[in-house]
């Protein structure tokens, strides 16, 4: 769980979430801000804890959940429970080393499967901003060497 999220006000006015459902864009913004969400946008959501939090039916949340879906919003595995939001990490990147070892700490949770393999194509592809990350963390830019480099 994390006690904040980002969600970038061009969410309102994407043409993937205009074109969703009114229930649809609910459950995506409740995916995004949930309280069993995470830092990697891959985390288990019963639909039950949907259904609670939102004060919905099985069937509504059912059929929002294959909207997301059919749309390329996020993949629910109903056998396991887990979730992944597409093109979370994206939006939300691993900004330092720190949450770069707890992203890889996240992932190890996520049992293996088709959401576990999707969640690795996500951060492989976010990747690059991890090792920047890394890098700048222990490089500063403004460091000067105190003696004469040869």
Not at 54 to 61: E, G, I, N, V, Y
Not at 128 to 149: G, Q
Request: proline letters at 4%; glycine letters at 4%; a neutral charge.
């Amino acid at each position: 769980m994390r006690d904040y999220s980002k969600i970038h006000s061009s969410f309102w006015t994407s043409d993937d979430i205009r074109g969703m459902s009114e229930d649809a864009r609910i459950l995506a913004l409740y995916v995004l801000t949930c309280p069993h969400s995470n830092m990697i946008g891959c985390f288990r959501l019963p639909d039950a804890y949907v259904c609670d939090d939102l004060q919905w039916s099985s069937a509504r949340t059912a059929k929002a959940m294959s909207e997301l879906s059919a749309r390329g919003f996020a993949t629910h595995c109903q056998r396991s429970k887990w979730i992944i939001i597409h093109r979370y990490m994206k939006w939300n990147q691993v900004e330092n080393p720190n949450q770069g070892k707890a992203a890889a700490r996240l992932f190890d949770q996520i049992p293996d499967g088709d959401i576990k393999s999707l969640c690795a194509m996500a951060m492989d592809q976010c990747a690059a901003n991890i090792v920047r990350a890394v890098y700048e963390h222990h490089i500063p830019s403004d460091e000067t060497l105190s003696k004469p480099f040869r």
